[in-house]
């Protein structure tokens, strides 16, 4: 609830967790210095609420404590955590904010007015990016474990600083898909996290681990697969994170720089994407829409017959021939052919339309396709090859 008037009045942000699981989430936190506490056994989910209590032994101090961080949990939540809007996503407005209550300096303090968290841009949209992919990617209201770790840095002395609690987030992305996603030992038989992969590896001990990051260049063909044999499937985490760094290569590389098209810098930058520009206007106003959850495969799968000239099955069931969409979209064109597809989002000037739903990964297919006129299996290794590469690289 917040005031703006001298009344209540319903927020207009849908929460991104229940109160059950957010217990749990502090639940947690509190427990972290207790000596025999294992955090990889303990269940983030709202069904084991009781028993998690009931194992907890509140006693009248633990009592105190646990109540004492809910109330600055609960704050945090509020402030340095994202919040969707319940407005409808548009191409023009990210629906996502990271936003203060500041009161006004008036007489009437009652009065008061949402501000962003930071007052420099690039930070605030770094960090509203960076927390809204982890969102979208885990979007069940249980086991939400990066919402742990982000609290816990919180409450356990992690600075404030907008540039450091960004670097801590990203560092949290960097580590689930180096340390989990590309570790086979971590992934199941359709290569979901098992049960307690990211505390392993997030947390040592009680702890946030220092180690050192592995990252095994090797392993995302390994475990993915390159269209040269059966895929296991691709997270949707990875392609979250592939959005991300898409677009903080971007960030590094072009924005405030007011290019025009066809300088070189533009002319290097969609190189290294494999296409050519399509304008920059997808990533300025790029934001990860709750309603991408389909993945299409752009080659379409009634088209995969193994017939000469046809794809199949293994050559388009990979990270590059898939398409992150609406699921709207998906069960009205997914046995579209490329080209028909990109026909259809094409506006009336032959641009490819910017529409919410669609991912940077998924704009620069549809470029591939519409400078090549096809989308073969040499395009779809070649657009994989490009996106492994982003998803390796080290962007500053």
Same mark, same amino acid.
């Given at each position: 609830?917040?005031?703006?008037?001298?009344?209540?009045?319903?927020?207009?942000?849908?929460?991104?967790?229940?109160?059950?699981?957010?217990?749990?989430? #502090?639940?947690?936190?509190? /427990?972290?210095?207790?000596?025999?506490?294992?955090?990889?056994?303990?269940?983030?989910?709202?069904?084991?609420?009781?028993?998690?209590?009931?194992?907890?032994?509140?006693?009248?101090?633990?009592?105190?404590?646990?109540?004492?961080?809910?109330?600055?949990?609960?704050?945090?939540?509020?402030?340095?955590?994202?919040?969707?809007?319940?407005?409808?996503?548009?191409?023009?407005?990210?629906?996502?904010? $990271?936003?203060?209550?500041?009161?006004?300096?008036?007489?009437?303090?009652?009065?008061?007015?949402?501000?962003?968290?930071?007052?420099?841009?690039?930070?605030?949209?770094?960090?509203?990016?960076?927390?809204?992919?982890?969102?979208?990617?885990?979007?069940? /209201? &249980? /086991?939400?474990?990066?919402?742990?770790?982000?609290?816990? %840095?919180?409450?356990?002395?992690?600075?404030?600083?907008?540039?450091?609690?960004?670097?801590? #987030?990203?560092?949290?992305?960097?580590?689930?898909?180096?340390?989990?996603?590309?570790?086979?030992?971590?992934?199941?038989?359709?290569?979901?996290?098992?049960?307690?992969?990211?505390?392993?590896?997030?947390?040592?001990?009680? @702890?946030?681990?220092?180690?050192?990051?592995?990252?095994?260049?090797?392993?995302?063909?390994?475990?993915?697969?390159?269209?040269?044999?059966?895929?296991?499937?691709?997270?949707?985490?990875?392609?979250?994170?592939?959005? %991300?760094?898409?677009?903080?290569?971007?960030?590094?590389?072009? @924005?405030?720089?007011?290019?025009?098209?066809?300088?070189?810098?533009?002319?290097?930058?969609?190189?290294?994407?494999?296409?050519?520009?399509?304008?920059?206007?997808?990533?300025? &106003?790029?934001?990860?829409? /709750?309603?991408?959850?389909?993945?299409?495969?752009?080659?379409?799968?009634?088209?995969?017959?193994?017939? &000469?000239?046809?794809?199949?099955?293994? &050559?388009?069931?990979?990270?590059?021939?898939?398409?992150?969409?609406?699921?709207?979209?998906?069960?009205?064109?997914?046995?579209?052919?490329?080209?028909?597809? $990109?026909?259809?989002?094409?506006?009336?000037?032959?641009?490819?339309?910017?529409?919410?739903?669609?991912?940077?990964?998924?704009?620069?297919?549809?470029? #591939?396709?519409?400078?090549?006129?096809?989308?073969?299996?040499?395009?779809?290794?070649?657009?994989?090859?490009?996106? #492994?590469?982003?998803?390796?690289?080290?962007?500053?």
């Amino acid at each position: 609830m917040r005031r703006d008037d001298g009344a209540e009045k319903k927020d207009s942000f849908q929460p991104i967790i229940d109160f059950p699981n957010f217990l749990l989430i #502090v639940l947690k936190i509190t /427990r972290m210095d207790e000596k025999w506490f294992s955090p990889t056994a303990f269940n983030l989910d709202d069904k084991e609420l009781l028993n998690e209590f009931y194992i907890a032994g509140m006693g009248a101090d633990k009592v105190r404590k646990f109540a004492y961080n809910l109330l600055k949990a609960r704050y945090l939540l509020d402030n340095y955590v994202v919040h969707h809007s319940k407005e409808e996503d548009t191409i023009d407005s990210n629906p996502w904010k $990271l936003q203060v209550w500041c009161k006004s300096r008036d007489e009437d303090t009652r009065k008061g007015q949402l501000k962003n968290l930071a007052s420099n841009k690039p930070w605030q949209d770094r960090l509203t990016h960076l927390l809204s992919m982890f969102e979208v990617s885990f979007t069940a /209201r &249980q /086991r939400k474990n990066y919402l742990f770790y982000c609290l816990f %840095y919180l409450l356990n002395g992690g600075s404030k600083d907008i540039s450091a609690y960004a670097d801590f #987030v990203e560092e949290l992305a960097d580590r689930y898909f180096n340390m989990v996603y590309l570790d086979g030992s971590k992934l199941n038989a359709i290569n979901t996290p098992m049960p307690g992969s990211f505390d392993e590896v997030i947390l040592e001990g009680k @702890r946030f681990s220092t180690s050192e990051m592995k990252r095994r260049e090797t392993a995302f063909i390994d475990i993915y697969g390159d269209g040269t044999q059966k895929s296991r499937g691709v997270p949707l985490f990875v392609f979250n994170y592939l959005d %991300y760094k898409l677009w903080k290569l971007y960030d590094a590389e072009l @924005r405030g720089e007011k290019l025009k098209e066809g300088s070189r810098e533009r002319k290097e930058f969609f190189a290294k994407l494999g296409c050519s520009d399509f304008g920059l206007k997808i990533f300025d &106003q790029f934001y990860f829409s /709750r309603t991408r959850r389909s993945l299409e495969h752009y080659y379409p799968q009634a088209a995969a017959t193994g017939e &000469q000239g046809a794809l199949d099955q293994d &050559q388009i069931n990979c990270l590059g021939n898939y398409a992150m969409i609406g699921s709207e979209a998906n069960s009205s064109g997914s046995n579209w052919s490329p080209k028909a597809k $990109l026909d259809f989002y094409l506006d009336s000037f032959g641009k490819i339309s910017r529409i919410s739903v669609a991912s940077i990964k998924f704009m620069i297919m549809m470029q #591939v396709c519409r400078d090549k006129g096809s989308w073969s299996f040499e395009e779809i290794k070649d657009h994989q090859a490009r996106m #492994v590469s982003v998803l390796m690289s080290d962007v500053e």
